[in-house]
């Protein structure tokens, strides 16, 4: 909030009603300012005071729903310059482009098969990009049909002719695709078919200058779910744009620049294409239109994101407990090791490569991995076999051995005293786990 709790105070009431649930107006006034409260709890707010206090509790960027439906992206929302400041909120949403000229069907599902499951985690391109190549209202209209048939995505329709994009929200409309874009010569027309079929629409323009302008424009008409475009083409502008936008809508509170905002890729090589999908997403983009739909370059870039996107005070786990592997039983062998999803799903990996049917105990240890973990003291002889017996191990085999990584072998002695089993040490890496397996369990 731009506001202190101090210059929150002064707008209130100050007759410390206790109705907002805190007995005094000032011990309100910092629950406000640290986002522990909302304007809305305090009934005898005068009408000015509440919307002043209501435009200040605004993000410095503007939060945009594009689509409908289960799938709706939301970008924008954004509060940060850097993410261990305290993080980024909604992923950069990834579209696919596809040409009205070519084969629509063929691509959609091409698009469509862009799924993926990594550690845990599932990733799939976010919306398509319908854009206008050949220049016909009719081809645009015909190819809308054959994408919305071929896909549950959202879309952005990329035209600046307002008769072709009347033509595919006659298809595409009930879907609240992003409409991309209003320019200076079409803004006006844009904008009202923005309002008619409420979809979030696109401003662009060629510089920054230019772009405050037409968006002051935009807003005048009484529209503001926006998305902003800077018309850069060039990977080096683009990145500069991209920051200079960031900067001047968190740190100035620059309100024409307060939207999310649009990029396209410009590169044919798809490596190439690749760093400034990179760059985009580092800083700092909420759409990016990508050209390549081959999966070796999207998965990368998705897991990108997602690493940009986490929580950086929070890192990525699974629930820990006894996992089976295959149809687990009573003479299976037992792997040991921590719930940071990485380690985890890379033990599962191989684990299962085996072919033997196995246990995975996946030890509590704030999602952190093994070396990281043992230096923490949170994985040790103590903390496994507490594991051990909480998850009933002892129920589930009828043996009395456990595998631990080898990386922590100087716990086998200590395990030993605590558990009472056998303890085997493992190999170093994940990768060694099937020729350790064929050795010892086969």
Known sequence: MALTG?????????????????????AFAMAL????????????????????????????????????????????????????????????????????????????????????ERVGQHYEVDMVALMNTSGDAAVFKEAAVKAAAGTDKNFILVTRDTLAM???????????????AADGDNYAEMTELAKAHGCALAV???????????????????????????????????????TQLRRLAVRKKFRPFAYPVITF???????EEMMQIASATAKYADIIVVRTDRAEYLLPALTLRENIYADPQKPVAVEPGLYAVGDAGEHSPVYC??????????????????RIPSYILSVD??????????????FTAETIARAMEEYGLEQKVGHKNIVIPGAVAVLKGKLEEESGWNVIVGPREASGIQKFAKLHFS
């Open 6 to 26: 101090l210059d929150i105070f002064k707008l209130l009431p100050k007759t410390n009603c206790k109705k907002c649930g805190y007995l005094t107006c000032l």
């Open 33 to 116: 300012a640290n986002g522990k409260s909302s304007v809305d709890a305090c009934p005898e707010l005068s009408a000015e005071a509440r919307e002043t206090l209501s435009s200040a509790a605004e993000p410095p960027i503007r939060s945009v729903n594009i689509g409908s439906g289960e799938k709706i992206v939301k970008v924008g929302g954004e509060t940060e310059l850097f993410r261990h400041d305290k993080r980024f909120n909604h992923p950069v949403a990834i579209a696919v482009a596809v040409n009205d000229n070519e084969d629509v069907e063929a691509k959609i599902d091409k698009i469509n098969s862009l799924s993926f």
């Open 166 to 180: 009347e033509a595919a929200l006659q298809v595409l409309g009930p879907r609240k695709p992003l409409l991309y």
């Open 204 to 242: 662009r323009a060629g510089d920054l200058h230019a772009l405050a302008e037409l968006t002051a424009k935009v807003i005048a008409l009484g529209y503001r779910e926006l998305v902003l475009d800077p018309g850069a083409q060039d990977s080096s502008r683009i990145l500069a744009d991209l």
């Open 265 to 271: 890729t410009t590169k044919e090589d798809p490596a």
């Open 337 to 354: 090791t921590t719930n940071f999803s990485l380690t985890y799903f890379l033990v599962e990996g191989e684990v299962s490569a085996t």
């Open 365 to 378: 240890t704030n999602g952190t991995s093994v070396l990281t973990a043992y230096a923490d003291n949170k």
